[in-house]
């Protein structure tokens, strides 16, 4: 079985990613699709991102991930992909890279936030760190400038 770990939060990024996600499983046989988002309970410093999670309750969030994971599937038109959303806290590349060791992903899809090279040296890239340290191969989606 291929199965394929999909790194998510709230940004428009992540959004275009879910789509993408379902159309690239049904391209090449992903047969099950993992979303992670990992609740980080701080605020973040990187523009364009917003961390609800800091101002919501738990259940809350993860309503919010399962209508943006819902959201994604239909923008994708592919209904045949099952899929499963994962919720946890934690430094966001390290608790994917444990998720992807533990249950033997084949992929990692993960957005790409586009930080310039002075944002990625203070504050560093979720991106950057899993394909460093992932156990598996990583895509790094950038989406197309409409």
Avoid: W
Avoid at 18 to 47: C, E, N, W
Wanted: aromatic letters at 8%; hydrophobic letters at 40%.
């Amino acid at each position: 079985m291929k199965k394929a770990l999909v790194a998510i939060d709230q940004s428009d990024i992540s959004k275009s990613l879910i789509s993408y996600s379902f159309r690239y499983a049904k391209q090449i046989g992903i047969d099950h699709l993992d979303f992670i988002h990992v609740m980080t309970y701080k605020d973040m410093t990187v523009p364009g991102y917003v961390d609800y999670s800091a101002h919501l309750d738990e259940e809350k969030v993860h309503q919010e991930m399962e209508r943006i994971v819902l959201e994604g599937k239909a923008d994708s038109g592919i209904d045949s992909v099952p899929y499963e959303l994962i919720m946890t806290g934690g430094t966001p590349y390290a608790e994917i890279v444990e998720t992807a060791e533990k249950n033997k992903y084949e992929l990692i899809l993960i957005g790409h936030r586009g930080l310039s090279n002075l944002e990625r040296f203070f504050i560093g890239s979720v991106a950057a760190k899993v394909v460093r340290y992932a156990p598996c191969d990583v895509l790094v989606h950038r989406p197309r400038e409409e």
